[in-house]
């Protein structure tokens, strides 16, 4: 049987059992994608590489939006939350991971795993929130585009990512008190770049069918149900752009909810192909899967939001601009 989407990276107690009593480990080791030193020191440049470029990208989409008042619309201020998500989510992991990987220090205490997991946890499902509320501002855009200015006014965008940040919120302190419940005993090694969330499960040694069910029903509520707003709300995006006479409105209408349908196959399509899975086939293979939606989603998502967009590279170039003629002055 599939299970929703709804496992994501978690802490982990690892624990010996001695009959009734049990000896709790303080700390844990993260081997990461490769033990051999030559490809750690390949994947440290190539991680580097791409938080970097994650980091400049989103800090870049957010200062655009936030100093030019063109891109003052509903459509750009869910955009530079959603850049200020990705941005936190690759701190919360990468950053960790370039310090395993060139000090060869493993070890990431108990705090440090709780920590990462409700984080990564929580911005998953923001990611996924924010991206169904753009959606909904892209539907009432094209399909009621009279009504765009009051149906999408400040007072309902900041209410729409208030609810957003709350229903992460609570998604991730359920699954993180809920794994502070689970014990592991065994092997502390995980061949993972994280606290993964399944690859732990598969490890308890204590009953785990709490964390089961809540994941199932949670999971397809925090990631089906939007996906399913998204699908119906294109199909009516659809509807109403085939309706539309001329070719060229047609392609003017696209090509407004373009980068945001190719962030969301991105973003779902990463995720599918980590979690939509019987859980018993979950192996080595899956961390570089891992790798490409906590790592490639965010570093690609300034590129695809900019690059076929006039008002986000004239703002940019704006921002560039001014920057260098500060300096000049």
């Known amino acids: 049987m599939l299970r929703c989407w709804s496992g994501f990276p978690t802490p982990f107690v690892v624990g ?3 009959g009734s009593n049990q000896s709790r480990v303080s700390e844990f080791l993260l081997l990461g ?3 051999s030193p030559e490809q750690q020191r390949i994947l440290f440049w190539m991680f580097l590489s791409m938080y970097m470029v994650t980091v400049v990208g989103n800090v870049l989409i957010i200062l655009a939006i936030s100093f030019d008042p ?3 619309t509903p459509m750009y201020f869910f955009l530079a939350n959603l850049s200020f998500t990705d941005l936190f989510f690759v701190t919360n992991t990468i950053p960790k991971m370039l310090v395993s990987l060139q000090s060869q220090n493993k070890a990431i205490s108990y705090a440090g795993c709780l920590t990462q997991l409700y984080f990564l946890v929580s911005l998953v499902a923001l990611d996924n929130l924010i991206l169904a509320t753009m959606a909904y501002d892209r539907y009432v855009a094209i399909c009621r585009p009279l009504h765009y200015t009051t149906a999408m006014s400040p007072g309902l965008c900041i209410l729409l990512l208030t609810l957003c940040w709350a229903l992460s919120v609570l998604y991730g302190l359920t699954h993180t008190l809920l794994m ?3 014990t592991f005993c065994g092997s502390r090694k995980i061949h993972y770049i994280f606290c993964e969330m399944y690859v732990l499960l598969r490890l308890a040694c204590s009953n785990t069918q709490v964390n089961h069910m809540v994941l199932i029903a949670t999971g397809c509520f925090i990631f089906l149900t939007p996906l399913g707003f998204m699908i119906m709300s294109y199909v009516r995006i659809v509807r109403t752009i085939l309706q539309i006479p001329s070719v060229t409105g047609k392609y003017k209408a696209f090509s407004t909810c373009a980068s945001h349908l190719a ?7 990463t995720l599918g192909m980590v979690y939509l899975q019987p859980l018993q086939t979950y192996s ?3 961390s570089v899967a891992t790798v490409m939606y906590a790592v490639v989603t965010p570093m690609m998502n300034p ?3 900019s690059l076929r967009n006039k008002d986000m590279h004239g703002a940019l170039g704006r921002l560039l601009l001014g920057k260098a003629f500060q300096r000049l002055t």
């Open 16 to 18: 010996k059992m001695h």
């Open 33 to 35: 994608i490769s033990e």
């Open 70 to 72: 063109r891109l003052h």
């Open 180 to 182: 502070t419940r689970v």
């Open 263 to 269: 962030v969301v196959s991105l973003f779902y399509g």
């Open 284 to 286: 080595m293979k899956d």
């Open 303 to 305: 590129f695809i939001y």
